[in-house]
């Protein structure tokens, strides 16, 4: 059955949410070019889904457009700092707001996620782990607006993840997450800003490393 024929009928978002997902995912790493006619063939659909799905892609800024088509986007340093420039103050605002609209079931939820990612013994995890305890922190917050923000800022950072390989760094990640839920249980917004200003700021910069130590 091809991807056309899933719940039969066409869905130029479902073929849009594949190629992203995949995108986000790896599959498709900083440099690579994007054809139409190649992707139509991956994923077993006509030029003209995969057409709109680039396009949508290059509004997002995860892709742009090249000689030969669509590729990539390979960030530089300077583009990174100017995502977390956004996203600092949002994510900080966000925790702040946690702290004073939070509710028992919020505190729960990121008492679990915290918990499941300090017993994850595959690295592997991590990341989505990570990535589940800042969307619920955001939803704690009960803005709209600075959730998905949000999470287009984090579309654009996903496919830059520094290497939190080593012990010590994943030790750091689950500690400077525990001081922010320690900040919002206690109902301390200042605390939950500077808890979390002080991870972004540390991840901001192992991204930027990373980055350099990439690409050059």
């Known amino acids: 059955m091809g991807a056309e024929d899933i719940g039969g009928e066409s869905s130029p ?10 995108l ?16 139509g063939k991956i994923y077993g ?19 742009e457009r090249s000689a030969r088509g669509f590729v990539v986007r390979k960030r ?8 977390y420039e956004a996203r600092i103050p949002l994510e900080t605002t966000a925790a702040a707001l946690a702290a004073e609209r939070r509710g028992s079931v919020d505190l729960e939820r990121l008492e679990h996620l915290l918990e499941a990612r300090r017993a994850a013994q595959d690295p592997a995890t991590h990341s989505a782990l ?3 305890f800042h969307r619920a922190l955001r939803a704690a917050a009960r803005s709209e ?41 206690a ?24 980055l350099v130590r990439r690409f050059g």
């Open 45 to 63: 659909v006509s030029r003209t889904p995969m057409r709109e799905a680039l396009a949508r892609l290059a509004q997002d800024r995860l892709i």
């Open 76 to 83: 530089s340093p300077e583009e990174i700092l100017a995502i």
């Open 187 to 210: 109902g301390n917004s200042q605390l939950a800003t500077a808890a979390m200003s002080a991870h972004l700021t540390r991840m901001r910069d192992l991204r930027v490393a990373s």
């Open 13 to 22: 978002d479902m073929h849009y949410r594949r190629v992203k997902s995949d």
């Open 145 to 185: 607006v600075i959730a998905s923000t949000l999470d287009r800022l984090d579309d654009l950072l996903t496919v830059y993840r520094p290497n939190r390989s080593s012990t010590a760094m994943v030790d750091r990640t689950v500690e400077e997450h525990e001081a922010v839920l320690d900040a919002v249980r």
């Open 24 to 39: 986000l995912g790896g599959r498709f790493p900083p440099g690579t070019v994007l054809l139409e006619t190649a992707l």
């Open 130 to 132: 990570n990535e589940q």
